[in-house]
């Protein structure tokens, strides 16, 4: 699930660490930001993809839900619960050097983040 190692350097001037944790900030937009930026670092690329995948699928999922009178605004407040205590856990792990990978996404992120140059 998690790889602890020494990320690789950014091109971005930044500590990796602080790459990593910065691309999960703006939720997907902050992702999309270091995407494009980074040229080196496959671990902050990871990070930058897995928010991306994460945060812009949630995104879309609360936005159909709120379309929904009444159950769809409710299932979406949970859902932004959830999502706000995942965001908070996903900063901490890329903070402290770790490549976790959600279940299904990880694995996306990272296929996805190695073919981004």
């Known amino acids: 699930m998690q790889q602890i190692n020494q990320p690789d350097q950014s091109s ?66 949970l859902l932004g619960i959830a999502g706000f205590v995942l965001w908070i856990f996903l900063m901490l792990q890329a903070y402290q050097g770790k490549q976790f990978k959600l279940p299904y996404v990880g694995d996306i992120a990272e296929k996805q983040a190695a073919q981004f140059k």
């Open 12 to 77: 971005t001037g930044l500590d990796p660490k602080v790459a990593a944790l910065l691309c999960y900030v703006l939720s997907f937009v902050s992702g999309i930001i270091f995407l494009v930026l980074e040229k080196n670092s496959r671990f902050v690329k990871f990070h930058a993809m897995q928010s991306i995948i994460t945060f812009g699928g949630l995104f879309v999922v609360m936005m159909v839900l709120n379309i929904i009178p009444i159950i769809g605004t409710l299932i979406s407040g």
